[in-house]
């Protein structure tokens, strides 16, 4: 029920609603809103609402004057009646429950940097890319196999070029030994002949004493043999660890062949009770795997008439299956 219309703000008054508001809660002229403040609200309306169906079509209703200079306490300055609030009180009764609640908030975890595993190597064990099975070639007449293509062209110019930018010591014994080596202390370097190049997928079946292949030695030397340099003749021992790995087989691999970049330089193997020695003549990648120690053959590298020969000499690592099986 609508009780009075300001036309000036537009604003609509009502009391429809005065049974929602608490009892404690009061006019400005001391009135309550209660059931008889509201009949007599409804009074006052129907009284309003007849003075508006009185007055002339298209002109608004009459306000009520006021004397100038007296201003009413219990209306602002625009003429609305002040409405005092009262302040009202939670009492706890028998109709009344008390709720106390604690909100705890989740504690903000701490962000934990994620660190990226990098896999770890170096620039010798860059050079190898792809995974290679090498295919063997065995010989009836010498304990020695040998690997074809072990290395590619590629690889081993970047093996040598590395080589000779790191430098060569020259050792020399007349007419037994004269050449010039460097040793690549690299671990990275020879766990990736071990794998990628296929010498562990191609020793994974072998067992010595008891013993199975496990990797190459960290050490891996480069030999240069340069016009009138040589190795006489002498076996590979082995090389025992302190962590208990031995050495078993050598590996022998030509960094470039003997076709355009040098003349002689064969690696001659002196066979027991054979006459004629077995001579391998150098190409470039292949490698020759062959025992060390009391089975060695007896061997030597003849002298380089022309040219630089390289070779890449390394040990290939034994170790007892429990230990290669442990975690």
């Keep these: 029920m609508l009780g009075e219309t300001d ?3 537009n604003i609509v008054r009502t009391e429809a609603f005065n ?3 608490p009892r404690d809660v009061t006019r400005a002229d001391g009135s309550s809103f209660g ?4 009949k007599k609200a409804s009074k006052g309306a129907a009284a309003s609402a007849g003075a508006q169906r009185s007055s002339p079509r298209g002109r608004p209703p009459a306000k009520m004057a006021k004397a ?3 201003h009413d306490e219990d209306e602002d300055d625009e003429g609305r009646p002040n409405v005092q609030m009262a302040t009202t009180e939670a009492k706890m009764g028998k109709d009344t429950i008390q709720i106390q609640m604690e909100i705890k908030f989740p504690k ?3 962000k934990k940097d994620i660190v990226e595993k990098k896999a770890q190597g170096s620039i010798l064990s860059g050079i190898f890319a792809e995974q290679k099975f090498p295919e063997p070639v065995y010989f009836q007449n010498v304990d020695c196999v040998a690997l074809p293509h072990f290395f590619t062209p590629k690889e081993c110019q970047q093996i040598i070029d590395f080589a000779e930018s790191q430098g060569f010591h020259s050792q020399q014994r007349h007419r037994v030994l004269n050449l010039a080596w460097t040793d690549l202390i690299d671990p990275y370097f020879g766990e990736s002949i071990w794998t990628l190049c296929g010498l562990g997928w191609f020793l ?3 067992t010595i004493d008891g013993m199975v292949a496990c990797g190459l030695n960290d050490v891996t030397r480069v030999q240069k ?5 040589l190795f006489g003749r002498h076996i590979d021992q082995n090389v025992s660890r302190a962590d208990g790995k031995v050495s078993k087989y050598s590996l022998r691999v030509f960094l470039n062949g003997s076709d355009d970049e040098f003349e002689g330089g064969m690696s001659i193997f002196h066979v027991p009770f054979r006459d004629d020695p077995v001579v391998f003549e150098p190409e470039t990648g292949m490698a020759l795997l062959y025992p060390q120690g009391s089975m060695c053959t007896v061997q030597e590298e003849a002298e380089v008439l022309f040219g630089c020969k390289y070779v890449l000499r390394a040990d290939v690592l034994f170790c007892p299956r429990s230990r290669l099986e442990a975690p």
């Design 19 to 21: 049974g929602f508001i």
């Design 225 to 229: 043999y340069v016009q009138g340099n």
């Design 204 to 206: 994974r079946t072998i």
């Design 7 to 9: 036309d000036s703000i």
């Design 68 to 70: 100038r200079g007296h």
């Design 108 to 110: 903000k975890e701490k």
């Design 35 to 38: 059931a008889g403040g509201a």
